[in-house]
């Protein structure tokens, strides 16, 4: 499951319509795509549940829209599915006003790491090009990809309350 449902949530709520919309309906494809996301998730994880795979469904829309690869929207996907369910039992119960913080440094880290990622990537893919092993490597070097691991780590805390 950890991998198999990654694999198949990425495939029918990312690449599949994206294949279809992009590139010329990005912002259509981006917020449907999230939209679904998040409600797929409601019948069995509430409405919390919702506004958070929304929220990580408009980023994994844009990276794949920036990007169109399959296995980096699934290693997202299945990095925050790791690291929401361990950190989160080392860690503990935080209260409601720190809730209200991370909210905001989730929103602050999150938008900062996207952005931080995509340019990186771009510039990087319009400087030279790349063989197709080391463009993991590159990934796992920006600032953006660490800024949404923490990005990850902080909202698990929101889904425990």
Do not use: C
Not at 43 to 64: H, M, R, S
Not at 123 to 140: A, E, G, V, Y
């Amino acid at each position: 499951l950890l991998f198999l449902t990654p694999l198949f949530e990425e495939l029918a709520f990312r690449i599949i319509p994206g294949d279809r919309l992009l590139p010329e309906q990005k912002n259509f494809y981006v917020l449907a795509s999230a939209l679904l996301f998040g409600l797929a998730h409601w019948p069995t994880a509430g409405w919390k549940t919702v506004i958070v795979t929304f929220y990580l469904g408009l980023i994994w829309a844009n990276v794949y829209a920036q990007t169109r690869s399959l296995p980096i929207v699934v290693v997202l996907h299945i990095l925050y599915n790791l690291l929401s369910g361990g950190i989160t039992t080392l860690l503990g119960g935080i209260s409601p006003v720190v809730q209200i913080l991370y909210i905001f440094a989730l929103l602050f880290l999150s938008i900062i790491g996207v952005l931080l990622t995509v340019r990186q990537w771009r510039k990087r893919r319009m400087s030279f090009s790349l063989p197709q092993k080391k463009s993991w490597r590159i990934i796992f070097q920006t600032k953006g990809f660490w800024l949404y691991i923490a990005m990850l780590v902080l909202s698990r805390f929101l889904l425990e309350r």
